[in-house]
């Protein structure tokens, strides 16, 4: 019987994200050590209109992985209609997918 010495060898995984997850559009700029930074998102709003999000200020980047999902989650607050908000833009690797979560 193994007492999981060398068994569980995996990433740990962060689990499910908690709160509503909105599709977006984003923009980002790479640095040539392949960093991602996210300067601009489109997003739609409750009326189907589209709205572009420029002020963007990233506070920390972490790789995790969400029920085995590669992905990359950025602690941002954004501006939107003259308010900061708090957000999570998280970017699913093998989707090529991005969301926003309110905080």
Known sequence: M????GTNTEKANSGF?????HEIACECWFTCSGKTTPIMIKIEDEDGEIRTI???QVHSQEKKQYAGIPSEEYDCTIVILGQQVPVRLIHYLTECRWVLNFR
């Open 2 to 5: 193994s007492f999981g010495i």
């Open 54 to 56: 420029r002020q963007i």
């Open 17 to 21: 994200v908690k709160g509503e997850q």
